[in-house]
């Protein structure tokens, strides 16, 4: 809508009047002095980033901005949300305007490099899908010759569709919305025979927005690889570690089993790896500048990994993900920590 | 310091600063400065920032492929197109629905305009019904709506209605047969816009009119087409739209997207012009009605011949800046999906990153649009202005 346009002008104004020394630490003093987590999310994506029935936001997404606030305050409700459309995203991060992007976003060499953002380690390895409706009877994406689709501008989709058509010689007329909630209406509606997005988005929207579930399928190929992964602005590598290695020990609890309930069990644990995490010995959470409780307060207060996909997006939740390529390396996943010593 | 020095020093002050010319140049220059040193101030604090997050400027990415696909292209296009060419077609897309929608809403304006001067109740009254409420509801609620009610109320493709022999209207738009191609229509072409050319060329021929009855004129813009087109041997096939796969294939299509911002504009900006046609029609006085019935006209040729000449002097200034309003407000389009400029732009700006190029584009484009109507129509409005 407009606003993504008003919002890319404030946007570049703000990149205008900014002025800020730059020295390692500036967003991390910033967000320590200011006592809170400016969080950008996605404006409404159900097991990702939306808010419930009484207004708090909940979601994978929303999870990570929680364990990064554990960390540094060692209180999760520490953030403050916003949602940002596709369009608004990176001009918030690049301006300041949010502190960390935690909002279902690909990491590409483009993003990572020129668009001046850094990101942490994937929480969501994706990969674009189609849904259709069940009645057209389709069975694979190389049938799609010739179809109408929709897509949200601004992303990744665009472009994965584009080059997947134009290498298996097809056509597709595209019809390309920036509200996300008017892309799904066109395609409920019957404006377009596709809806392309990453799978778990389109699980997502499936479950939440499809007038019955039922009726719909995502068919099988996935044609692209899709890392969702949070990220800062270049020029503070102080608070990317940090939003790095939360990450991390999300996925190094899950990996020595401790979970929001037996946490405080593990604080006695002998295995000095568990005791280093937990900070019971003392020198992790030095390391990247924060209490060395950290990784404590992470998982009390959030969960680890395995609890944040299951409750947002796996059996736990309506979405009914299969863990796939997000379970742990030692269960066949991608899911994969460097050691924290 | 006694009283008389005192009176002395302040009138060499107000010598000075009680001058109006000197104290209005300094105060220019001043302002000018301050301008200045803004805007410098905000370039050179964007570029550091920019350098600073080590983000790429610069408009490079112009000549680099796109990647993405747009839905509607006046000429060829593809994903293997640089962002210039996408640019070219957002550009051509906008240009498209503002022209066609300049022309409508002048219609529909016009017809309105004069209806809510209608003697008879019923037509003025939903006249001044239309206008009322349209005026009255953003812009962009009436775009989704127009949308809505294209993309629900419309049956699918294999369900859709044909109002006429091969025209076709379902949720995937409009599609309307058209002649296969062939040079006698692009012959067709050239003639017609010669025939204009030369009928307006001999009007405007202000030294020694050239006497041309109305009749010869429509002759001529009918007949010199007709004529190349028989002359070339007359190619009557046509390019019928036919459901083949998902959708419909062959004749033109017209978008859902582009019906429904073009009804939208139209229908919106139409409701003011309007106003502005009512109001330049009274505003035209009353004994000039009357002297005309006194000499016989039929209220038609009363309308014609005295009232809308004089009217057009006051409608043509508001009239220009509805002009500009539509064009802008076709910018509306991203939110139901028709690629116009901005939304192509948004998706550059998305896929590249380059904010400050893409929104310094948007602005350029739209700028140099809206001067060139604006010059175009204080032309006109000084052409037909008392002299």
Known sequence: MKRGLMVAAVAVLTLAVTVGPARAGTTFDAVKARGFIQCGTNVGLAGFSSPDSSGRWTGLDVDICRAV?????????????????????????????????????????????????????????????????????????????????????????????????????????????????????????????????????????????????????????????????????????????????????TLEAEEKGITSKTVDAALTSSDPAVQRLLGVQPGMGQAVGVGDKWVYNIVKQVGNYGEIFQRNVGKDSPLKLERGFNALWTQGGLMYSPPFR | MSARDRVRVSVARASWWGDPRLRGVLIQVLLAAAVVGLVGWLAANAADNLARGSIATGFGF??????????????????????????????????????????????????????????????????????????????????????????????????????????????????????????????????????????????????????????????????????????????????????????????????????????????YTGAFIAEIVRSGILAVDRGQTEAARALGLSSGLILRLVVLPQALRLIVPPLTSQYLNLLKNSSLAVAIGYPDVVSVLDTAINQTGQAIEGVTLIMGVFLVISLSLSALMNWYNARIRLR
Not at chain 1, 143 to 157: K, M, N, P, R, S
Not at chain 1, 164 to 176: D, E, N
Not at chain 2, 120 to 141: D, G, K
Not at chain 2, 227 to 253: E, M, Q, S
């Open chain 1, 69 to 249: 606030a554990a960390a540094m305050f060692g209180d999760a409700e520490k953030v403050k949300y916003t949602p940002l459309s596709t369009q608004q995203r990176f001009t918030a991060l690049q301006s300041g305007e949010v502190d960390l992007l935690s909002r279902n976003t690909t990491w590409t060499l483009t993003r990572d490099t020129a668009n001046g953002l850094h990101f942490a380690p994937a929480t969501f390895y994706d990969g674009q899908g189609f849904m259709v409706a069940k009645k057209l009877g389709l069975k694979s994406a190389r049938e799609l010759d010739g179809a109408t689709i929709c897509v949200q501008t601004g992303t990744t989709t665009e472009l994965n569709l584009a080059d997947y058509f134009r290498s298996h010689k097809m056509t597709f007329q595209p019809v390309v919305i920036e509200a996300l909630s008017e892309v799904n209406h066109a395609f409920f509606s019957g404006r377009c025979d596709v809806l392309t997005s990453d799978t778990s988005q389109l699980a997502s929207i499936r479950a939440a927005d499809a007038p019955n579930p039922e009726d719909y399928v995502i068919l099988p190929e996935l044609i692209s690889k899709e890392p969702l992964a949070p990220a800062v602005r270049h020029g503070d590598d102080q608070w990317f570690d940090l939003v790095r290695w939360v990450v991390f020990a």
């Open chain 2, 62 to 267: 112009l000549s680099r492929p796109a990647n993405f696909e747009i839905g509607e292209c006046l000429i060829p296009c593809s994903a293997a197109d640089s962002y210039a060419r996408a640019f070219l077609v957002g550009l051509l897309n906008t240009l498209k629905v503002g022209a066609a929608g300049l022309v409508l809403a002048t219609v529909l304006g016009t017809l309105i305009g004069i209806a809510r001067l209608s003697s008879n109740w019923l037509v003025s009254r939903l006249a001044m019904v239309y206008v009322e409420a349209v005026r009255n509801v953003p812009l962009l609620l009436q775009l989704f709506l127009w949308y809505a009610v294209i993309t629900e109320a419309l049956p699918g493709p294999r369900q859709a209605l044909a109002p006429l022999p091969g025209v076709f209207l379902s949720n995937r738009g409009m599609m309307l047969p058209v002649p296969v191609s062939d040079p006698a229509w692009l012959a067709a072409g050239g003639a017609l816009v010669a025939a204009v050319v030369a009928v307006a060329a001999m009007r405007c021929w202000k030294a020694r009119p050239f006497p041309l009855p109305w009749f010869a004129a429509t002759g001529l813009v009918v007949g010199a087409p007709a004529l190349a087109w028989l002359v070339l041997g007359a190619p009557a096939a046509l390019d019928i739209p036919h459901l083949a796969g998902f959708n419909f294939r062959g004749g033109v299509t017209l978008s859902p997207e582009l019906l429904a911002l073009l009804l939208g504009l139209v229908i």
